[in-house]
C-alpha cells in the first residue's frame, strides 16, 4: 500500500474553529514515518495550536523554512527555545533583508531575534535530499527580479534597495510512488516556474498536488481584492490542468476573492487551507 502524506495546517490567516490563527503559515507534515515542519508563522500561537492538537514539535525529523519572510519565521523563537536541538533548513539568503512597498516600503525580513540565532539554521545552496524522497529545490529561473518589482517585492544588497529575486525561497518536494508533492508557502517566483524547476529537478516525475500559497491577495479601498487579472489567473488555471495536477491546497497569501476565482475555475480539484485543518493527499489514479 502507498504511504500517503498527512498534513496539519499548524496556522494559517483564517481559522476553523476554537484554534489561533494570524497572518501566517506553517504546516506539520508526516510522510512515511517522517515528520516535519514547514514554517513557523508570524508568533508563537503555531505552537500553541499544535499543543491543542497534541503534536509535539519537539523531537521532528526536519524543519525548513520556505522563505526569509517574518510571516514564516517568526514563531521560531518560541520554537528554538522549546527545542534546543532542532536546527532549520533555509536557502543561504534567507536571512537578509527583506522589505514590501505595500503601504509604504517597510522591513518583512525574518525577525532579529530569530535571525540572531544563525546557528539554529542550516543554510543551503543546492538541491538537497534532506530525508529519504524530500527535497529542498531552489528557484533556477532567470528574471525572477522582474517579478519581484511587479509584486512590490525588495531586498537590501550593501546600501542599495533593488527588487527581490526570491533565491531565498525553496520548494519542499516529496517524491511519492504516485507523484511528486509540491509545498511552496508563498509561491513568489510564480506556480508555473516553480513546477516546471521541480520536474527538472525531479526527472520530469508528474506532480499530483501542489500545496501553499499564491500570491494573489491584495488590497483596494481598505478592502480585500484579487491582484492577479482574469487573464493571469486563467493562465495559471491552465499550467494546472496541463500539468495533470488534481489536487491543490491553498491559502494565506492566496486570499478569499483569489481562492473563489480559482475555485470557480478548478472545482474541486481546489481545497483552501485554514488554521485546524488536516488533510490526506494520495493518487487519484490507483
Do not use: W
Not at 504546516?27 to 508570524?42: M, N, V
Request: charged share 20%; proline share 3%; glycine share 10%.
Amino acid at each position: 500500500m502507498n504511504p500517503e502524506i498527512h498534513i496539519t495546517v499548524l496556522i494559517e490567516n483564517t481559522s476553523n474553529g476554537a484554534l489561533a490563527c494570524e497572518h501566517g503559515l506553517s504546516l506539520f507534515i508526516q510522510y512515511a514515518g517522517k515528520r516535519i515542519l514547514l514554517d513557523a508563522g508570524s508568533t508563537d500561537a503555531f505552537c500553541r495550536n499544535a499543543d491543542a492538537m497534541g503534536i509535539s514539535l519537539t523531537d521532528l525529523d526536519a524543519y525548513v523554512l520556505s522563505h526569509g519572510h517574518y510571516d514564516h519565521s517568526g514563531g521560531f523563537e518560541e520554537l528554538f527555545r522549546r527545542a534546543p536541538a532542532a536546527k532549520v533548513y533555509a536557502r543561504k539568503e534567507a536571512l537578509d533583508v527583506y522589505l514590501s512597498a505595500a503601504g509604504g516600503m517597510h522591513e518583512i525580513s525574518v525577525p532579529p531575534n530569530v535571525a540572531f540565532q544563525s546557528d539554529r539554521f542550516l543554510l543551503v545552496n543546492d538541491i538537497r535530499e534532506i530525508l529519504p524522497g524530500i527535497l529542498l529545490v531552489p528557484h533556477n529561473t532567470k528574471g525572477l527580479a522582474q517579478i519581484g518589482e511587479k509584486s512590490g517585492l525588495y531586498k537590501k544588497q550593501g546600501d542599495q534597495i533593488i527588487p527581490d529575486d526570491f533565491a531565498h525561497e525553496q520548494s519542499l518536494v516529496i517524491e511519492t510512488s504516485y507523484g511528486l508533492v509540491i509545498f511552496n508557502s508563498c509561491s513568489h517566483a510564480g506556480a508555473k516556474n516553480i513546477i516546471r524547476e521541480v520536474k527538472d529537478a525531479c526527472g520530469q516525475k508528474q506532480i499530483c498536488a501542489y500545496v501553499g500559497g499564491l500570491p494573489m491577495k491584495g488590497q483596494k479601498d481598505g478592502r480585500e481584492i484579487c491582484a492577479f487579472s482574469d487573464e493571469e489567473i486563467d493562465s495559471l488555471c491552465e499550467v494546472f490542468r496541463h500539468e495533470g495536477i488534481e489536487q491543490i491546497y491553498t491559502g494565506h497569501c492566496t486570499g478569499t476573492p483569489g481562492y473563489e476565482k480559482l475555485h470557480s475555475r478548478l472545482g474541486n480539484r481546489v481545497h483552501r487551507l485554514t488554521t485546524g485543518l488536516q488533510f490526506s493527499l494520495s493518487s487519484l489514479r490507483v
